[in-house]
């Protein structure tokens, strides 16, 4: 069973920057695919960022393009979001995500991933 548990969140001032783990643990992943999903008050789950385990291609929404980089650490096992320049409208909670499966085309649509952390809230004030 896989088991993602996301850390770094927080509250931070407009043009601030965070940075977001998620310790990944479980069987073998090499073959995973890894997302970061946001969801903000009333709204649903939107996909922020995407790369395989063993890395390669990303994608990133339109909205955090440039702004965001996804990584992962494959010896301490973290996947990690940096967040630059917050706006205010970045203020969600933040989830990490597997997919079992590989994949380099994008994979944005959260039902295709198969474990969910707990979230992190972070909140971004102007």
């Known amino acids: 069973q896989v088991q993602l548990v996301e850390s770094g969140g927080g509250s931070v001032q407009a043009g601030a920057s965070l940075r977001l783990s998620c310790a990944v643990s479980?069987?073998?992943?090499?073959?995973?695919?890894m997302g970061w999903f946001r969801q903000a008050p009333g709204k649903e789950r939107d996909f922020v960022a995407q790369?395989?385990?063993?890395?390669?291609?990303?994608y990133y929404a339109e909205s955090v393009k440039g702004r965001f980089t996804i990584a992962t650490d494959n010896v301490k096992n973290l996947l990690t979001l940096q967040m630059n320049s917050l706006k205010p409208e970045d203020t969600a909670v933040y989830y990490c995500?597997?997919?079992?499966?590989?994949?380099?085309?994008?994979?944005?649509?959260?039902?295709?991933?198969?474990?969910w952390g707990q979230g992190t809230q972070v909140t971004v004030s102007s």
């Open positions: 479980g069987p073998p992943f090499n073959s995973y695919t």
């Open positions: 790369i395989p385990w063993i890395g390669g291609r990303t």
């Open positions: 995500a597997v997919r079992r499966y590989y994949s380099t085309t994008f994979r944005g649509d959260s039902r295709e991933y198969d474990y």
